[in-house]
């Protein structure tokens, strides 16, 4: 077993719950990836990262099992396309998206847009942390992360503004 501090785990929970919402969009899928990720740090195969914090490193883990689930999501949909069996049907996005504007635009960008923005923005991670987290340069954080808030900042105020008037003679 490693030397994980109860506290410092239980005061991660929340944060690694909300990350997980924030990529899933579903409470209880939510649950199950922090399940899995807690699961994993506390197999005796999984040991924490020498090159970073314990934060970082469950932020690590809860990522990929997402990846690894949105991957085998994907192949189990193909699979049942080619038996002729319609996949089933995941909550729409009106249904599970908030009402505030911000919200929404944010809701509608890539996983990996979405991700940066959580680990930077509201759980408070370094760049450095963010990089390492993601598996990724952070020169790469860094500019997707750039492009990730533009693209937040276009699509919120595309929901806000009013669309051009075209002036016909």
């Not at 509608?108 to 979405?114: C, M």
């Not at 930077?120 to 990730?148: H, N």
Request: glycine share 4%; aromatic share 6%; charged share 30%.
């Amino acid at each position: 077993m490693h030397d994980i501090d109860d506290d410092e785990l239980r005061e991660l929970l929340q944060r690694l719950r909300r990350f997980a919402l924030w990529l899933t969009r579903n409470p209880a899928s939510a649950d199950d990836l922090v399940q899995a990720t807690l699961e994993r740090a506390l197999d005796g195969r999984a040991g924490p990262r020498t090159d970073g914090s314990l934060r970082a490193w469950l932020f690590a883990i809860l990522y990929r099992k997402f990846l690894d689930g949105q991957r085998r999501a994907r192949r189990y949909a193909r699979i049942l396309e080619f038996f002729g069996a319609a996949p089933a049907e995941a909550p729409s996005t009106e249904e599970l998206v908030m009402a505030q504007s911000t919200l929404e635009a944010f809701a509608r960008l890539p996983a990996e847009q979405r991700a940066l923005l959580v680990l930077v923005s509201v759980e408070g991670l370094s760049y450095k942390e963010a990089a390492v987290a993601l598996d990724v340069p952070i020169g790469t954080v860094m500019s997707r992360l750039s492009r990730a808030r533009k693209a937040l900042r276009e699509l919120a105020e595309g929901e806000i503004a009013n669309p051009p008037l075209r002036i016909l003679k």
